[in-house]
């Protein structure tokens, strides 16, 4: 394709299924790395995975056609290649496709993840990461029984991580055997593996999964069993993608430590297609920590805290948001890391000249403003960054010696972890939205290009009219002469040229004029017509059945993985319906055109309903006139959709079985919407309205939505039903996530107690109480202090003095059980007693007193000072006030017992 060095050069980036996360990660970092160069594009051939004919005969079909696109690396004759292919072997054994990439010697081609003699490649150190996990669960927590959930025989990188797995067992002197592994298909759906793998290890105490969708399945399998993963079970995946961190909870998993493997693997083939000699790469992986198996490799030292270490501020940066170093940023955007330093950095001042003026605070509250606003939540999980803000903040409040700094900067962490909260809330509700408003979309695409009124050619036209309502902002859409008919068995002959019919541009529909449309296959992503500033384009084929019609183009966007094959399916299938409908009728007589039409509409109107499937489980048709119906059923997206019933009142019908199925707390509302009046009222002014119910079937609840549309005559009803029950299961794990992520804002990470945070929310509702005069307003504030908590971190480290705080805070839970307990300083916690704490709190105070004691004399526990006073209604204005008094109870107490055990050492 390039003719000079100042002319684009085409790189093929070649991949089997785009839907994996793994893939999603490849992609995203040659991305990242063709940003940085000004003569890149980027073209994404992506097949399907199709060495196993045991998937069915239409899903076999389905895919063998589906590869039909790589013949384009053939054809188009880049300048370059990326190879993707990790069962590499097994493709270059099928008879058609992929194996044919290994013949074109001459053109540079870089394979990643993938074990290929004499050729370039780019794979990830399996063992660096896994030496590491492994070794820091036997020797740091005493690990012994540890399991593999395995990956296919075919997959290289499966059979390597499996050999140093146990190889790794074996240098920790532990045996391996057979049992501790089971071999698995490396998908989400792997839960029968899993049973049987724990159902042969039931003692066991950590699971490796070879990549990260496997671990799916594995949480699923623990949760069945009532284990709870990080703390029933270790569990660590591979290949850390976005996807590990949004489990609940969080999953641990083996990733790049330095440079992804798209962005390196692009770099590489850029050094090759200059001319210059490269060698294989191997990169470094690490174990990023989080709760399935949670691992800092870094401490926060009072050294650095103190010194305000530039070096510190940005590696804590580089822990938390490991993803930022991997992103292309250009002069234009902000530099959230150096963002990340300024704020950090004037809080962590603050604390060392112990003064923050209210100017100060409210720039660096600007400053962590502008930080979410700009994404930094992208970068991270909120579990990772939470607990680091929490470790943060305990370590300020430990060494923080002025009360109004320390609650200005409690309240700026608290404003960090409310933003890390809001912005996750934020990203997913944009996400569900965006889903609606394509279904939305494309059911405007299905009716307005199934009018078939319309007859030859037109039918077609109508169909570019409308292409714009598929939803790519930018994309192209090419067509044959005439439709290929693919032959899996023989040799298909391809046209070597195509037409292009029409374009979107920023979501502005084009039609191209005869004269334009004609272009070869080798210079369909040159051609002036189509979107030019795009930096890299994925071509579907456009196929229903085994005929094929052409190509769609489309701009390499991130949700292009998640929507280009269903869009083009959807596309695909209306081609096909009124490519059925020209053939063979120009010589009809009215009569028989007649009969061939009524035989006709029951099949267009499957054809429609199976085009909308790939949504709903069960389609209705129904007459609003007659209240007639049909109701259609399809088994899968690619397969036949057939009429499963007929009836003559739809509306009786349905609300009569809606009484014994739905449940009884949706049943009244349901009724009312499956009636003819309800159904037109309600589309008077929209195109489609959608109500969300259960069922219970066979004593089971189910989650199902009904959609209700007008068909293009607006005399029939168009039905969906679907099966929601993986959305609101979703749904619910977010809000998990969600309540699990304010939790940990909320708690503090060394000991499990509330932290300053909470504690700063719970005296905010205590005021508003006593601002209100409530009447029944009664409590008391407990103040406790750790004693001889330096001299404990001085003589045997800081390891052994957070164990000292851990022992005292325990003891603290213990005695005020049925109590609050806030952790509000590095060696301080107060206790909000209320109800029968309050009552007993004289009892309570003498036990805590007594135990301390004990403690002292005997040298065999913590030692804490404790005071506790009450909210007096005629005194108190502020809670402030309560917590004052109780701190110098407190105080008194603590030197008390100084004075003891001084005279003790005399």
Known sequence: MRRNKNELRYVGLIMEDIFT?????????????????????????????????????????????????????????????????????????????????????????????????????????????????IDYLVNSCGVRRICMLGGRTDNMDAMERKRIFKKCLEDNQIPYDESMYETADMSTGCTAEASRLLDRNPNTQAVFCVNDPTAVALYAELERRDLVPGKDVYVFGFDNTLASSSMVPPLASIGPKDETLGKRALETLLEKMDGKQVES???????????????????????????????????????????????????????????????ISRMLYSMKRRYLSTEEFEEIGRLIDIFYDNGAMDYTDATKFLQCVE??????????????????????????????????????????????AGRGV????????????????????????????LGPKNAALYLYDEPVDFNPKGVTVFPDHLNLRCVTKAGTLYVIPPERQYCTIENIFQKKEIPTKCLGYVPFPVFFGSRIYGLMVCELTQDIPERGEYIVSMLSRVLYLNDMEVINSPAETEQMKRARQDKKKQEIFGQIAEGLASHYDIIYYVNSVSAN?????????????????????????TRSN????????????????????????????????????????????????????????????????????????????????????????RRDGLTGAKNITAYHEMEDALQKDMDAKAEDLVFAICICDINYLKHVNDTYGHKAGDEYIRSACK?????????????????????????????????????IRTKA?????????????????????????KVSEVFERADGIMYENKNHLKKLKAAEGE
């Open 21 to 133: 996360e793994f893939a999603k990660e490849v992609i995203r970092g040659v991305v990242n790395a063709a940003r940085e160069q000004e003569n890149i594009r980027l073209v994404l051939l992506v097949g399907r995975q199709n060495e196993n004919k045991n998937v069915g005969e239409k899903q076999y079909i389905y895919k063998t056609v589906y590869n039909t696109i790589y013949h384009l690396e053939e054809s188009c004759k880049f300048d370059g290649l990326i190879l993707t292919l990790p069962n590499m072997w097994a493709v270059e054994k099928d008879s058609f496709g992929l194996e044919r990439v290994s013949n074109y010697s001459k053109i540079p081609k870089v394979f990643v993840a993938t074990r290929k003699e004499n050729e370039t490649t780019v794979n990830y150190d399996n063992e660096a990461g896994i030496r590491e996990t």
């Open 281 to 343: 790469v191997m990169l470094d992986t690490r174990l990023y920590g989080r709760a399935s198996c949670p691992y800092d490799r870094y401490e926060y030292t009072i050294r650095e805290l103190l010194n305000v270490d530039e070096a510190f501020i940005y590696r804590m940066f580089d822990d938390c948001f490991y993803r930022y170093k991997n992103e292309y940023f250009d002069s234009k955007d902000i530099n959230l890391k150096r963002l990340f330093y300024e704020f």
């Open 391 to 436: 470790r943060l903040q305990s370590a300020m409040n430990f060494l923080q010696k002025s009360v109004s700094t320390s609650n200005m900067n409690n309240r700026l962490f608290t404003r960090m972890k409310d933003r890390a909260i809001l912005s996750l809330s934020s990203q997913w509700n944009k996400n569900a939205s965006h889903v609606n």
């Open 442 to 469: 494309m059911q405007d695409f299905q009716i307005e290009t199934t009018d078939f009124d319309r007859s030859g050619s037109n039918s077609v036209e109508n169909i570019i009219r409308h292409f714009d309502k």
């Open 629 to 653: 119906y049909m109701e259609f059923k399809a088994n899968n997206i690619y397969g036949n959709l057939v009429v499963q019933e007929e009836g003559r009142n739809f509306f009786e019908e």
């Open 658 to 745: 809606a009484r014994k199925l739905v449940h009884s707390e949706d049943r009244d509302r349901i009724v009312t919407i499956l009636s003819r009046d309800h159904m037109i009222t309600a589309l008077e002014d929209r195109k489609q309205y959608q109500a969300d119910y259960r069922m219970v079937i066979e004593g089971k609840t189910q989650y199902a939505r009904l959609t209700v549309t007008w068909g293009s005559d607006h005399v029939h009803f168009i039905i969906g039903v679907e099966n929601v029950n993986e959305e609101v299961r979703r749904e619910e794990e977010h809000v998990k996530a969600l309540q699990m992520a304010n939790d940990l804002a």
């Open 811 to 847: 003891m603290i839970f213990e005695i005020f059980s049925h109590s609050p307990v806030f952790r509000v300083g590095g060696d301080e916690f107060a206790v909000i007693m209320r109800g029968s704490d309050y009552e007993n709190r004289n009892r309570l105070l003498k036990k």
């Open 853 to 877: 004691l004990e403690n002292q004399r005997n040298n065999s526990g913590p030692v804490v000072a404790s005071g506790i006073a009450v909210f007096d209604k005629k005194a108190d204005h």
